[in-house]
């Protein structure tokens, strides 16, 4: 199983991005999905989540201008950022929990990462 984000750059302070993750591989199902970021010398924190039913959860600072959903048809989820602040600049990682057919017949869940994509603000 692999995820791909894409979708980062440099942005002016106001400004929109739109990440994108794929899933793909030998998948049993996805459950949630959601992205992360970690800013230089900070921990990686979650910024907003989503499960297989298309509930939703935020970090406070990013309520109202960031949006996640995720399309199961493509095994895609997408982080729609706007109004983007210099204090979102950060390495944005985005995660899955994905089940997997094991030998048997019996599937299990495992959790996976994407490689990062770096977005920057600018002020």
């Known amino acids: 199983v692999q995820l791909q984000a894409s979708g980062g750059g440099l942005v002016q302070a106001g400004g929109s991005l739109r990440l994108s993750c794929v899933v793909s591989?030998?998948?049993?199902?996805?459950?949630?999905m959601g992205w992360y970021r970690q800013a230089p010398g900070k921990q990686r924190d979650l910024v907003a989540a989503?499960?297989?039913?298309?509930?939703?959860n935020y970090e406070d600072s990013v309520k109202g201008r960031f949006t996640i959903s995720r399309d199961n048809a493509k095994n895609t989820v997408y982080l729609q950022m706007n109004s983007l602040k210099s204090e979102d600049t950060a390495v944005y990682y985005c995660?899955?929990?994905?089940?997997?057919?094991?030998?048997?017949?019996?599937?299990?869940?495992?959790?996976?990462w994407g490689q990062g994509t770096q977005v920057t603000v600018s002020s």
């Open positions: 591989g030998s998948i049993f199902s996805i459950n949630a």
């Open positions: 989503i499960t297989s039913g298309g509930t939703t």
């Open positions: 995660h899955a929990n994905v089940a997997i057919l094991m030998y048997g017949g019996r599937p299990l869940e495992y959790s996976y």
